[in-house]
């Protein structure tokens, strides 16, 4: 059973589905309805050639409790009536954990795409979300070697990680030559000439005052900035009186088909945001970004020179998109591939792992292990595990009591040579 509910979701998960029908995998496809109008749903389905879900539950908007109630009841409801043998979520959304969750407590394998990505902001809806589903997934499909990582320090054991890629990066090496390039010129602009923006994080477009900070940036930008409107920020702009700042240089105009989108990213000089798969995309694609936030979780895109991470304050923003207007280069994302988000292929990684029996019996005869083993607590490996169990945690570091403190990073000699970790892709990818 696959589950979507908002529009990244639909994207990210498109290449899984494609995957699995290519395989004519026995599967169906829930759809929570967190996202409905057409902008922001359907047309995705539509662009992206995948066929209508089979369940739509009609969960619309509401706050966390009442959103994310309504998701885990409905999908109890479903997994009652077809006894799916596993449900993979992606993400971090309330779609996600709703779904993860109501399957876990029915005993059903939980399936986590995009696993292991870490702001350590808890302030965050989304860090909430991810870390739980973490906890309940039997496997975590970690998109980057630093997920993987994050996931055995937050001790889930290494046979439950596995690490496979982003499937964005599938979609975007598949669907290259259908970007609409054209949108560029229906929009009055020119090629390398503007921005795009795109906000929508609740932290950002929430507050009125933090709003019109971001909005007060991008309206002296000395370039003519392309801003599509998530529902969520078009409606904090309309409640804190702030559409005096929609007007030139800002364009601002609906939710973008995927195509059209990525036309608008493709060829921009910069993009300006603070949404996850807008930041990868960049990267992939070889757009400069420029990230309004105080944390990310997808650290790879700054470190390796991609993205600029700045706070939303109206200055930062300010001196940044002139700074990236002015050194728009990015390096060639093939290059970092391997300490990022893998190449092609990871669609074709996941479902061979979930299709493999073999990868869920060992999963659930492992954790049948684990649990016979603990007496008290969580398990410190080295003391409590018998060796079979202690060599899914070698990649991490113990102390001399044996306890497993955390993860031995790259550059780390240590004498055991066996317990260093080496942080390459494919070193450490499965599913192949
Ligand atoms: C959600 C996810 C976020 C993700 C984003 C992708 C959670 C907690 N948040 O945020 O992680 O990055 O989707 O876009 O799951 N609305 C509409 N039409 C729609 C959808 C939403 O008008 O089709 C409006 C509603 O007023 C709603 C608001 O947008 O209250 C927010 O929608 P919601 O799904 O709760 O959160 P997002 O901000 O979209
Ligand atoms: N996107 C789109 N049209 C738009 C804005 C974004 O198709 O007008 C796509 C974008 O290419 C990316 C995804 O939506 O794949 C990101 O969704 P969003 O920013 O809503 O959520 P996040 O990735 O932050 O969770």
């Keep these: 059973m696959v589950v979507v509910g908002t529009r990244p979701e639909i994207i990210k998960m498109a290449p899984i589905v494609r995957e699995l029908r290519r395989r004519s995998a026995d599967f169906f496809v829930v759809h929570t309805g967190q996202h409905y109008d057409w902008e922001m749903s359907s047309v995705f389905f539509e662009e992206l050639r995948l066929s209508e879900p089979d369940y739509y539950l009609n969960v619309k908007s509401g706050s966390h409790g009442v959103q994310t109630g309504k998701i885990l009841e409905r999908i109890e409801g479903v997994i009652e009536k077809e006894s799916p043998d596993l449900v993979i979520v992606v993400g971090d959304t309330n779609s996600a954990l709703g779904a993860a969750l109501a399957a876990a407590k029915m005993h059903v394998c939980v399936a986590h795409v995009e696993a292991g990505c870490r702001s350590y902001d808890r302030r965050m809806p989304e860090e909430i979300n ?3 589903v973490a906890r309940v997934a039997s ?32 979609l975007l090496y598949e669907i290259k030559d259908r970007i609409k390039d054209d949108v560029v010129k229906e929009f009055g602009l020119t090629k390398y000439q503007y921005v795009l923006a795109t906000f929508h994080r609740a932290e950002n477009v929430d507050d009125p005052k933090i709003l019109g900070e971001i909005l007060a940036s991008l309206s002296e930008s000395p370039l003519p900035v392309i801003f599509p409107i998530h529902p969520r920020t078009r409606e904090r702009i309309k409640e804190s009186g702030l559409e005096k700042y929609l007007k030139e240089p800002i364009i601002s105009v609906k939710p973008q088909p995927y195509l059209a989108f990525l036309g ?28 309004v936030r105080e944390n990310i979780e997808w650290v790879e895109t700054v470190i390796y020179g991609f993205n600029e991470l700045v706070a939303p304050e109206r200055n930062a923003i300010m001196e940044a998109l002139i700074r990236g207007i002015g050194n728009p280069g990015v390096p060639k994302y093939e290059e970092y591939a391997n300490k990022m988000f893998g190449m092609p292929g990871v669609a074709r990684r996941i479902v061979n792992m979930i299709l493999n029996e073999e990868t869920l019996d060992r999963i659930r005869r492992l954790d049948e292990k684990m649990r016979k083993q603990v007496i008290h607590g969580y398990p410190t490996p080295k003391l409590s595990l018998k060796k079979e169990i202690r060599e899914e945690f070698s990649l991490l ?36």
Aim: net charge negative; charged share 25%.
């Design 397 to 432: 570091y113990f102390d001399k009591r044996g306890e497993c403190i955390r993860p031995i990073l790259e550059e780390e000699t240590l004498e055991e040579p066996e317990y260093r970790i080496i942080l390459d892709f494919q070193a450490l990818s499965k599913g192949d």
């Design 130 to 132: 991810r870390e739980l």
């Design 264 to 291: 608008l990213l493709r060829n921009s000089r910069l993009v300006v945001t603070d949404s996850g798969g807008v930041q990868q995309e960049a990267a992939i694609i070889g757009i400069r970004a420029v990230t």
């Design 139 to 170: 496997l975590n499909f970690a998109p980057s070697p630093r997920a993987y990582i994050n996931l055995l320090m937050e001790g889930i054991p290494r046979y439950k990680v596995f690490l496979v890629g982003h499937p964005i990066v599938d």
